[in-house]
């Protein structure tokens, strides 16, 4: 796996990640994101109604948590869960985490971290999760961490235990690593933690690029953990300590105007879990990513008018983002418009607003299917756009499009 960056742009990384999977024929487009799943399947999508999507990530995720309950089903199986869930050709990185997902916290202690399976609490060792990495059979893996110090106020020295655990981890994993044959072809990616205390993300960075590790997950970043500010400080200067010909991961973001904020601060990729979170809300992603105006918001422009950023419609749905459209709301219910002007999937060249609105408020599970559909047509759309605003040395057109939303639709 290498990194070939072709433009580094006021921060942003612009590149392709070669070389993955384990015939090494894969490569990603940075920045990107990941293809999130559940238990390997996008939520609601079954795989050939995924792939009548374009430009789909060539990595998908896995998660630990999804797949340690079944660890020994996939022993007896085997052959992975690439083949296990049926994917179609495929790169896989699994993480510990679901980022979708909301896990108790205050179950990590010096030898064991803990995830949340669908029978409960499953606490793990190194060597468990080795096995389970073994089962998996991944093309590359975050090593285990203690990830548990992005919560507010956070003491000094709970951050620093987390730093020296998830240091001890990847040195157990890393010598595990080794001597399993099923991960003989895999890249493992160090964690660097810290919360956020300066001092200790930089001990993390500096002490992780010291191992012999595939790339970078930089974790404790969660949307709603810190102000984007301080979280853009410390992206920058942890990205600083890191070698360059190397990837960085985020987890926890997922949300566009953060996106582009983190890739200022050097980050290379991303989750998807935000189209899923969107879908589950009954909601449909309406921004505006690309870089050349329509002939009204230029004209506003030109008069030095800047458009109004989109109040949500939220229904009381305090996650609801300035980026979506709360399809349930009444007011759909005689739109017949397609989901977005212009967008070319499935879902808006078939359907309309109204029809979607039905489905939801009648619990349909058709709702959820085109709903997925059109998200993540929508958020890969405004990945391909983010790397052409870079390409062109147009990031601040593109940013200023993503974050000014027109009020209404």
């Given at each position: 796996?290498?990194?070939?960056?072709?433009?580094?742009?006021?921060?942003?990384?612009?590149?392709?990640?070669?070389?993955?999977?384990?015939?090494?024929?894969?490569s990603l487009e940075v920045?990107?994101?990941?293809?999130?799943?559940?238990?390997?399947?996008?939520?609601?999508?079954?795989?050939?109604?995924?792939?009548?999507?374009?430009?789909?990530?060539?990595?998908?995720?896995?998660?630990?948590?999804?797949?340690?309950?079944?660890?020994?089903?996939?022993?007896?199986?085997?052959?992975?869960?690439?083949?296990?869930?049926?994917?179609?050709?495929?790169?896989?990185?699994?993480?510990?985490?679901?980022?979708?997902?909301?896990?108790?916290?205050?179950?990590?202690?010096?030898?064991?971290?803990?995830?949340?399976?669908?029978?409960?609490?499953?606490?793990?060792?190194?060597?468990?999760?080795m096995a389970v990495q073994?089962?998996?059979?991944?093309?590359?893996?975050?090593?285990?961490?203690?990830?548990?110090?992005?919560?507010a106020n956070t003491s000094?020295?709970?951050?620093?235990?987390?730093?020296?655990?998830?240091?001890?981890?990847?040195?157990?994993?890393?010598?595990?690593?080794?001597?399993?044959?099923?991960?003989?072809?895999?890249?493992?990616?160090?964690?660097?933690?810290?919360?956020?205390?300066?001092?200790?993300?930089?001990?993390?960075?500096?002490?992780?690029?010291?191992?012999?590790?595939?790339?970078?997950?930089?974790?404790?970043?969660?949307?709603?953990?810190?102000?984007?500010?301080?979280?853009?400080?410390?992206?920058?200067?942890?990205?600083?300590?890191?070698?360059?010909?190397?990837?960085?991961?985020?987890?926890?973001?997922?949300?566009?105007?953060?996106?582009?904020?983190?890739?200022?601060?050097?980050?290379?990729?991303?989750?998807?879990?935000?189209?899923?979170?969107?879908?589950?809300?009954?909601?449909?992603?309406?921004?505006?990513?690309?870089?050349?105006?329509?002939?009204?918001?230029?004209?506003?422009?030109?008069?030095?008018?800047?458009?109004?950023?989109?109040?949500?419609?939220?229904?009381?749905?305090?996650?609801?983002?300035?980026?979506?459209?709360?399809?349930?709301?009444?007011?759909?219910?005689?739109?017949?418009?397609?989901?977005?002007?212009?967008?070319?999937?499935?879902?808006?060249?078939?359907?309309?607003?109204?029809?979607?609105?039905?489905?939801?408020?009648?619990?349909?599970?058709?709702?959820?299917?085109?709903?997925?559909?059109?998200?993540?047509?929508?958020?890969?759309?405004?990945?391909?756009?983010?790397?052409?605003?870079?390409?062109?040395?147009?990031?601040?057109?593109?940013?200023?499009?993503?974050?000014?939303?027109?009020?209404?639709?």
């Open positions: 796996m290498k990194l070939e960056l072709s433009r580094v742009v006021q921060g942003c990384r612009l590149g392709v990640l070669t070389g993955l999977g384990k015939s090494g024929q894969h920045p990107g994101c990941l293809l999130y799943t559940r238990c390997a399947t996008v939520p609601h999508l079954t795989q050939d109604t995924l792939h009548t999507l374009r430009d789909l990530p060539s990595v998908t995720q896995v998660s630990v948590d999804s797949f340690a309950e079944h660890q020994e089903v996939l022993e007896e199986f085997k052959e992975g869960v690439r083949k296990f869930a049926g994917l179609h050709d495929t790169v896989l990185f699994c993480s510990l985490h679901d980022s979708a997902n909301t896990s108790p916290t205050g179950h990590v202690t010096n030898k064991t971290v803990s995830v949340w399976g669908s029978g409960g609490r499953i606490e793990l060792t190194v060597a468990r999760f073994a089962a998996v059979q991944p093309d590359c893996y975050q090593s285990m961490a203690d990830g548990e110090t992005w919560q000094r020295k709970r951050v620093r235990k987390a730093v020296d655990r998830t240091l001890a981890h990847l040195d157990e994993c890393l010598v595990l690593h080794q001597q399993t044959q099923e991960l003989k072809q895999a890249e493992i990616f160090g964690v660097v933690e810290g919360g956020d205390i300066m001092e200790e993300r930089l001990r993390s960075a500096r002490e992780t690029a010291k191992r012999p590790v595939g790339g970078f997950v930089l974790d404790g970043f969660h949307s709603a953990a810190m102000d984007q500010d301080v979280r853009a400080q410390l992206i920058k200067a942890t990205s600083a300590e890191l070698p360059q010909e190397k990837p960085r991961l985020v987890l926890g973001i997922g949300r566009p105007d953060e996106v582009i904020s983190c890739v200022e601060a050097g980050v290379d990729l991303f989750e998807s879990f935000f189209p899923f979170q969107v879908t589950e809300r009954g909601c449909a992603l309406s921004f505006n990513y690309s870089i050349d105006p329509d002939p009204e918001t230029a004209v506003l422009e030109q008069n030095g008018e800047v458009p109004a950023v989109k109040k949500p419609n939220s229904n009381g749905d305090e996650n609801m983002t300035p980026f979506e459209m709360n399809l349930k709301d009444k007011r759909y219910q005689d739109d017949f418009r397609p989901l977005v002007e212009g967008c070319d999937c499935y879902c808006c060249k078939k359907h309309m607003r109204a029809y979607v609105h039905h489905l939801l408020v009648t619990n349909e599970l058709l709702g959820g299917v085109l709903l997925m559909l059109h998200n993540m047509a929508h958020y890969l759309g405004f990945f391909k756009a983010l790397r052409e605003a870079i390409a062109g040395d147009r990031l601040l057109d593109f940013k200023n499009r993503v974050l000014h939303c027109r009020e209404g639709d």
